[in-house]
Nanobody
Framework: QVQLVEFGGGLVQAGGSLRLSCVAR????????MGWFRQAPGKEREIVAA????????YYADSVKGRFTVSRDNAKNTVYLQMNSLKPEDTAVYFC???????????????????WGQGTQVTVSS
């Protein structure tokens, strides 16, 4: 079991930046690959980015590629999502999630993740 708590959401103007953090408590953080997802009102949850257990491999949705960066610090049990050049369409609740880090490849589907944080709201005004 691992518990995940997100921090860093808020209200920002278009073009601005935010950094989300997700702190893990419980089992060894480095055992997990991590993902960031988001869900806007009336829309399905979608993957934003994913990172392997050691940070060597990353994945980004096309909609955020070049603007968002996922990273992790296993010594601090934390995964980050740096969001730059934010757009109104980035407005959503953002969730971090954990899945078994030993499985090959990065998981992109929400149903492949086992543990979830409570989410943090990101609102981008135009």
């Amino acid at each position: 079991q691992v518990q995940l708590v997100e921090f860093g959401g808020g209200l920002v103007q278009a073009g601005g930046s935010l950094r989300l953090s997700c702190v893990a408590r419980g089992r060894t953080f480095s055992a997990y690959a991590m993902g960031w997802f988001r869900q806007a009102p009336g829309k399905e949850r979608e993957i934003v980015a994913a990172i392997s257990w050691n940070g060597d491999n990353t994945y980004y949705a096309d909609s955020v590629k070049g603007r968002f960066t996922v990273s992790r610090d296993n010594a601090k049990n934390t995964v980050y999502l740096q969001m730059n050049s934010l757009k109104p369409e980035d407005t959503a609740v953002y969730f971090c999630a954990a899945t078994d880090g030993l499985r090959p490849g990065l998981r992109r589907s929400s149903n492949e993740y086992d543990f979830w944080g409570q989410g943090t709201q990101v609102t981008v005004s135009s």
